[in-house]
């Protein structure tokens, strides 16, 4: 048997897949399983994205354009002007996700050796596309003690050498929920001028900002144009994590060249989500203002909740729908997988993150989840509950 | 400026892309254009296709399995049987399109320097896949005096070194149209055994097989079944290019479980274009049997025309839906160029694929282009025409 590559076997998989098999036995035990694991919102989907495609008078479902549709594209410039982010159709290339985004960020931007630096805990699968691309992720942790703020710019600097090619946030922030503020992304620009390096930011939550704080953008960033790699996805914003519509957006030319080649590889993106995705921006704004005030909601009803669970603790994240929470166990791996394999109460129990995969610093994140409130607040408030009885049954246990 | 990787200065620009800004000018000095250059077929989708996503009662377009629909899969099995490709629902990994699976199986299957052999001309793509995993393609040149059938196996065990890892074949042939025999698919298998490589056969031809001679899948090939990975698209074979549906195919649970963590990585295939795609295998069989007998005339009808034409020569593909003919011109490149720079006949012009972008090897298929039938056949006819005209003119230029 041939075998297989060497990067194949060093593919992280990630926490939330090891864990996956025990969730699904849990409920072929009939347990009723609170996902507080992933990013896939209950919210539905605009009317305006069902209904093109429901409408759709097309006979043949060809190729679309390797960077996809202009009237998409053309489009999407009017978006994120109404967040000050000033590009044209030209600069914005559509991918399968916001992942592909991703992926064709790193093959075009870094070589085999070449190294990225990434605040963490990060998103787990910024490794996976690294090590796809054979690049290395150097870590710069962030504490939950400071809210997961951004580190001191002397730890980024700190790491930098001559394989040094890039830095990459997401912003808001996955899986903290954190924003970064104008001072701290203004650190970040000097950091990429001094050192000439990619920034790439990733920015899909952009909709899920809740503290009246600016959101600062890395295309705000005056003068470093050409170093920024915007990271977008329809995913969250719409409900639409299937359609697989995500866009790589970048003014500089050369990379711009370079990432069309990639994307002409693989033909085009998908076709019908790109219809789908075209049709959500004329989605009602009551769509966007009702999910923004569910989300606000499940937000203060989560972090209030956990909080008053005697040694558990969560800082207030101020974007995205996760926050990244500290429990009373020596082990959150072993406590999640217990919860899951050992642990019901009334016929429910809960699926967490462990934190763990969200960093690449080892024993970091050790006494932490991430929890994801994508379920709505009926489902959170006995989520809640059966976190604390799990938590006092399992620190009442004989081996603790 | 940050400077882009090495790879992205390596990965190919096809000769198709190349012309392709040529196509556009000439559409816009208001020329019909006959695009002999792109598998995008005239072709209607299945109705049962359409209507799958016309009468979507989805609320949420969610994430669907990394790995993709159990349902979808379950139902491709029966599909495959027909072709006696006995597979379970588990061995099965849908992808964003055939493109993708070529590209997990590379970054599953090689490193950085390994290299895999493989029959040329060959669909330009790999290359770039290739290039994008860091490996190295070496081509075996096949040749239109012998129509394009499979190299003397020697000439592949000169290739073999240390840092072979597989052979990539196209069966039905992508650009050739050639079907390979039985005795020549035992022939790979034996080298394939010997050396214990890996086998990646791109069959999504497979319906389009015109001679009554025998499809021999890698899958039927006994004793390597580890070896094989069968990459697989619903695009060609349903008209539905756009929706970007493949698959990864292999018995290997090894290989299977690495290829995941890719998919994984890249979270999900995307979820209507599955829909479509399971619906499509309950199209009428009076949809397969219409769209044959469309190709099998097409064929025929551009064959015999090619051949008619002073100086011509193209081989009788037994598959797919391209051939690559002999031009009598001394560089087909520049004679593709000038159709559409240069050239018209009553308001049309034609664009071709120069067959040179198909061989890795410098200088081969300098006379050839790749033509696909994609086309109804009053525009092949016309096509045709433009052809005939087009090379008289070249070929009595002064500067010939």
Redesign the interface.
Known sequence: ??V??????E????PI?KLAPLSDSAKARGLKVYHLN?G??????PEA??DA????D???????PSDGYRSYREKLVGYYAKYNINVSADDIIIT??G??AV?FAF??????G?EIIVPEPAYA?YM??AV?A?AVIRGVSSTIEEGFSLPSIDKFEELINERT??IMICNPNNPTGYLYTRAEMNQIKSLVQKH???LFSDEVYREFIYTGSPYISACHLVGIE??VVLIDSVSKRY??????IGALITK?K??RN??M??C??????????QI?AEASLDADPDYFRDTYDEYVERRKFLIDGLNRIPGVYSPIPMGAFYTVARLPVDDADKFCAWCLSDFEYDGQTIFMAPASGFYTTAGLGKDEVRIAYVLNKEDLGNALIVLEKALETYNSLPRK
Chains 1, 2 share one sequence.
């Open positions: 048997m041939p297989i590559s060497e990067r194949g076997i593919m992280p998989n990630s897949r992933i896939q919102p209950d919210i539905a989907t994205g069902l495609i429901r409408n759709l097309r006979k043949i479902l060809e190729y679309s399968t996700g992942s592909e992926l093959l075009a931007c870094l070589d085999p070449d699968n996976a596309f796809s054979g090619k890039g000439d390096l990619f050409d170093n409900s639409e994590c299937g359609i697989r500089n050369e990379l370079t990432v080649k990639f002409q590889a693989r033909l085009s993106p998908p076709l019908i989500g789908i």
